[in-house]
């Protein structure tokens, strides 16, 4: 199968109940270990690149590596998305060089201009058959090198999403509703703890979404900021060098329950950083003669797909739809 669009695959989650994970891929071993988890759970996947990933990595070698993907997978629809496109140039060279989906991340910009930017971007893409995510609403946290403090994040206003999308003609719609990018989601102050002392982050705002989904029926809605934030990986990392007090994330079953309703797309990348960052710290404190990156890259690319198995199966509930 070539690349899709995520088109018939957000049809079927939002019937189906369900959602597409987008995992961020900026290596061949972060590809490997989510396409084989895909593949052997027949899941359908959302492959996503950011502006930061084509600076480190370069368009080329990630469209190729997504390319080489599709070909060892072919039981299984593949999307290449762009994540948090910052301008139309750079929508643009996505969708001429060979995405199938891009996002247009307007949302820091005013309503009006969000509205121009994001149309003109749906204009160029849907002439090309590619399909568009855009964003309103804030979310906290740190994408590339644009970074948002909590006080000036702000949840997506449920009474501007018809006109939005009625003006712009995009194809999903990511909203904030409370989760945030990164492994530091929350401030200790915005939680409570546990009885072992882990951090418990506020609810998701589930009446935005619920007003939001009233207004758009049948639209696919995309979550960003969604990784969980596993504290096996975060004591994997603190017991082997790593310095991450606190850090927390989104409870797999909030998101769970989000892919039940009209969330059809869920953004997860953290989660996947820290598998591999665990890994590879408690490879070199177990073996510290060792220096071949293929012995450490292993038991990484490993993990995320083990990782990946679980999110599919447990939390996006997409394992058997491909
Ligand atoms: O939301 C942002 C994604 O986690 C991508 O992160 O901008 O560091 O590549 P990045
Ligand atoms: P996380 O930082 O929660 O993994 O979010 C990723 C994301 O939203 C990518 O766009
Ligand atoms: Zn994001």
Redesign the pocket.
Known sequence: MALVTSTEMFKKAYDGGYAIGAF?VNNMEIVQGITEACREEKAPVILQVSKGARAYANHTYLVKLVEAAVIECPEIPIVLHL??GPDFETCKSCIDGGFTSVMIDASSKPFAENIEITKKVVEYAHDHGVVVEAELGTLAGI?DDVKVAAHAASYTRPEEVEEFVAKTGCDSLAIAIGTS??AYKFTAAQCTRNEKGILVPPPLRFDVLEEVSKRLPGFPIVL????SVPQNYVKMINENGGKMPDAVGIPEEQLRHAAELSVCKI?????LRLAMTGTVRQFFNEHPDKFDPREYLKPARANIKELVRHKLVDVLGCAGKA
Request: cysteine-free; glycine content about 14%; proline content about 0%.
């Open positions: 961020n994540d948090h994408e990018h990164g960003h900021g969604s990784s953004n997860i990348d953290s989660d």
